[in-house]
């Protein structure tokens, strides 16, 4: 058995608002093993993102908080930690990048001193000792030229580099556990493809875990081991990526994988749509979320939430009536939980 | 068929050697010290009815390209031949008479509409600029026009902010066609939409295109969403045009080494498939210093002496492809190429 580095159970998260508790994730429940990489995918507004400030106690700092649940980080519990004790676990232990690498690096610092910032306030390193290791990881992260390049300011890289500076900062205190929110979707199509080959070798290297979180399939297809898709606030469905891609069984996911246009079939024909838009949180439908948009909504759908149900495949999950064992139009499947 | 053939292939927009340079300006006294070259010497032609693709990376002049044509900029150099008719020649007021002919679309459906006008003074502005139309007219018009992009008109009297992403751009896209136009310059369209939202407008401008027989410029960063729209394709790169071609082939054999690079990188939505991929060293160079010679040269994975000095010229090496590198991969298309 892998060791689990990350479990999320039953987490739920949001904001207080004038029209009561808005549950931006609602009951998310996530595991990532060592060296795996879950990759968290869903439209704008689906909770991808306030599901990974929670899991890094940064939701405090946005006006949210962490209303129910667990996060476990190996045997720790990060929801019963005080602020001061995340620092230390910030950084350290789990580290996060963001979309856009030009905003997340300080603008008036140069590179050297952001990245010597977490190796001083971690690891107790000397200005000189932290300068080294900072030559040697903007090296490890394809930096050419490093000595020159951490006396610069961030203006004076590129995206993709300054993409690589945010990659070299998280990765500075060997974390278990990276998160990347949306990390190439700010870049062009070829830095896109530098970046995530070297996500993909700095993982090899340091056994690290990653939690992706990106609308893009096509990066999920190329980086996952899992994805979880989540659409309004909850997960609807879970596995393995050649099961999802192949056996998707939720009609959201069936439906986001054939709106894609895709490089092979008919060009100029009509593509799949589904219908209507991604409902916001203070109007969120009762029942299954996706019912109406849903092509196979029943009466049932617009009552109840539905649970996880294992579906074909190994750790597969789908959040839909559908596949319901107890429903009467579903046989059994035979996959159990653990 | 024939007939529409044969209208298919007369340009409806010719483009003669345009080029847009923009000022840097230094000091005091705003000294031009140098000129980022974004658009520089391009020629292609739109045929009438298609959908000409344009892609490129960010920096790479393909919306100042599309904005440049439509005389948003005026060109450095060069000209447009717009349906028979040169934009050089033209004074301001029969340019302000082609207007109506030649629309544009924005990649930002916040942005691009006033927020404190209603949807039915967004969508009839044009009409009021342009025609003599009595406010009923335009009022019926508007109408007309919601129900064609698929907007509810009985919501007319709305502010944009009571619409979703997707349904600003249908407000977009349906002040774009109020004038009956003939050609819609489609600058990031789709970029900004989910992918669900995405695949609606898609839909919805293929559906136009047809009923309105539009021609359309579609500029995009996402290579899967143009294939699908586009009959032909041009790929930019630093200011130039490195490659037309029509989209089946262009996708499946490349000509230009970047453009097999671009296409390399893209991530496919299917796990089972791995491609051997190019992965591009370095970052496109800046257009205020473009490299000598072929401006991808530095980048090159098969660049040679010869392509340090001296500029590719776009030629047509096979029917319909043209191509701007010294070496194209023409071998692979036509299958000669071995392993």
Redesign the interface.
């Known amino acids: 058995m892998a060791e689990r580095v990350l479990e999320v159970s039953k987490l739920t998260a949001g904001f207080p608002t004038d029209h009561g508790f808005l549950k931006a994730a609602d009951n998310v429940s996530l595991k990532i093993d060592r060296g795996e990489t879950l990759c968290l995918v869903g ?2 507004g689906s909770g991808k993102s306030v599901t990974s400030l929670a899991i890094m106690r940064l939701l405090e700092y946005e006006g949210g908080f962490i209303l129910d649940g667990q996060i476990k980080l190996h045997d720790e519990d990060l929801t019963l930690k005080t602020q001061e004790e995340m620092i230390h676990i910030r950084g350290k232990k789990i580290a996060m990048i963001f979309q856009d690498p030009m905003s997340a690096l300080n603008p008036v610092f140069t590179i050297g001193d952001q990245i010597a910032e977490s190796l001083r306030l971690h690891q107790g390193m000397s200005p000189k000792e932290a300068e080294k290791e900072a030559i040697e990881l903007l090296r490890r992260v394809g930096i050419p030229a490093p000595e020159i390049r951490i006396r610069q300011y961030p203006h004076e890289l ?1 995206g ?2 300054c993409q690589r500076v945010v990659i070299a900062i998280a990765l500075a205190c060997k974390p278990d556990l990276l998160i990347a929110d949306e990390p190439t979707t700010a870049l ?7 970046i ?2 070297l996500l993909r070798k700095l993982q090899d290297e340091m056994g690290l875990s990653i939690l992706l979180i990106t ?8 980086m ?1 081991d899992r994805i979880a898709v989540m659409y309004a606030g909850t997960i609807v469905e879970e596995g393995y ?2 099961d999802i ?2 056996n998707p069984c939720h009609p959201y996911t069936q ?3 054939q ?5 092979e079939g008919e ?2 024909s ?5 219908k209507g ?2 409902p916001p949180l203070t109007q969120l439908p009762s029942g299954c979320r996706f019912h109406p948009r849903c092509p196979h909504a029943t009466p049932k759908c617009m009552q109840e939430q539905p649970g996880h149900y294992a579906v074909p495949g190994k750790d597969h999950y789908a959040a839909c009536w559908l596949h319901d064992p107890a429903g009467a139009a579903n046989e059994e499947t035979g996959v159990s939980r653990e | 068929m024939s007939a529409m053939d044969e209208l298919k292939n007369q340009p409806l927009v010719e483009v003669r050697n345009l080029k847009k340079y923009f000022p840097i300006k230094k000091g005091l006294i705003s000294r031009v010290v140098g000129h980022v070259r974004a658009v520089d010497d391009v020629s292609f032609a739109i045929r009438k009815g298609e959908t000409f693709g344009l892609v490129g990376e960010s920096g790479c002049g393909k919306s100042t390209l599309g904005r440049t044509i439509l005389r948003l900029h005026h060109p450095t150099g060069g000209d447009v031949i717009f349906d028979g008719r040169s934009m050089n020649a033209m004074k301001s007021r029969d340019l302000r008479a082609l207007r109506q002919e030649m629309q544009i679309i924005f990649q930002d459906p916040f942005g691009s509409l006033n927020p404190r006008f209603l949807i039915k003074d967004i969508i009839g502005e044009p009409l009021r600029v342009h025609t003599k139309a009595s406010s009923k007219e335009i009022e019926e018009r508007v109408a007309h026009l919601m129900s064609l992009v698929g907007l509810d008109p009985a919501r007319r009297n709305q502010y944009p902010h009571e619409f979703s992403g997707g349904q600003r751009q249908r407000i977009g896209i349906a002040r774009a066609i109020a004038l009956n136009p003939k050609f819609i310059v489609a600058d990031e369209a789709v970029s900004a939409l989910d992918v669900s939202v995405q695949s609606q407008v898609i839909n919805l401008l293929i559906k136009l295109q047809k009923e309105l027989g539009l021609t359309f410029l579609f500029i995009a960063h996402g290579l899967n969403v143009v294939r699908h729209i586009s009959d032909r394709i041009g790929v930019m790169y630093l200011g130039k045009m490195a490659e037309i071609g029509p989209s089946e082939e262009l996708f499946r054999h490349p000509l230009h080494p970047y453009t097999a690079a671009l296409l390399s990188s893209i991530p496919l939505p299917n796990p089972e498939i791995k491609r051997e991929r190019i992965v591009l060293q370095g970052d496109v160079p800046s257009p205020a210093n473009p490299p000598s010679g072929c401006r991808f040269h530095p980048r090159c994975p098969f660049a040679q002496e010869r392509c340090k000095s001296e500029v590719p010229a776009l030629t047509e090496v096979m029917p319909n492809r043209q191509v701007a590198c010294h070496f194209p991969l023409v071998d692979k298309a036509m299958g000669i190429g071995g392993k």
């Open positions: 439209e704008s590129s993709g580099m062009d199509v070829t830095v896109q493809a530098q995530l080959d609308h893009d399939l096509g990066v999920a297809a190329e996952a990526v050649k891609f192949a439906g986001l994988l709106s894609i246009p895709g490089f060009r100029g009509e593509l799949y749509t589904i838009s991604i």
